[in-house]
């Protein structure tokens, strides 16, 4: 998000700066220092409101969650599977693809046990 409020706020400096060189240096160098933190702070107000907004329209759960509700993992391509039994999540990674799957307490052990059998590449943590 950062880069994103630095390239905003840049393009209106410069042309503001670019403006200002007809002045001269110090005009310029004087119109820098004044108006970019007071852009900066606007660009970053307005992308924060941006992003409270989307949550709020997505229910509170943030812009992640909007992004997709299912993701596919080919088992035959998983590399790596975590394991956390405590929160009872599986977590696989293949290239490019990173999935989370949640199982109830009284599956974890076939559920994990299950999709291990179906990975044969993968390395087991956990």
């Not at 969650?65 to 009872?88: A, E, P, T």
């Not at 076939?110 to 993968?122: D, F, L």
Request: aromatic content about 14%.
């Amino acid at each position: 998000m950062f880069k994103i409020i630095v390239f905003a706020t840049a393009m209106p400096i410069a042309l503001i700066v670019g403006l200002e060189l007809s002045n001269g240096f110090d005009a310029a160098l004087w119109a820098f220092t004044s108006t970019a933190p007071y852009l900066f702070l606007i660009m970053f107000v307005l992308f924060l409101l941006a992003y409270l907004l989307l949550a709020l329209l997505y229910g509170g759960a943030g812009l992640l969650s909007g992004s997709r509700q299912m993701l596919y993992s080919d088992f035959s391509k998983v590399k790596k599977i975590r394991i956390q039994k405590k929160k009872h999540v599986l977590y696989l990674d293949a290239p490019f693809n990173h999935n989370q799957i949640y199982v109830e307490q009284v599956d974890f052990d076939t559920v994990s046990a299950y999709i291990i059998a179906k990975c044969p590449q993968a390395k087991v943590k956990g």
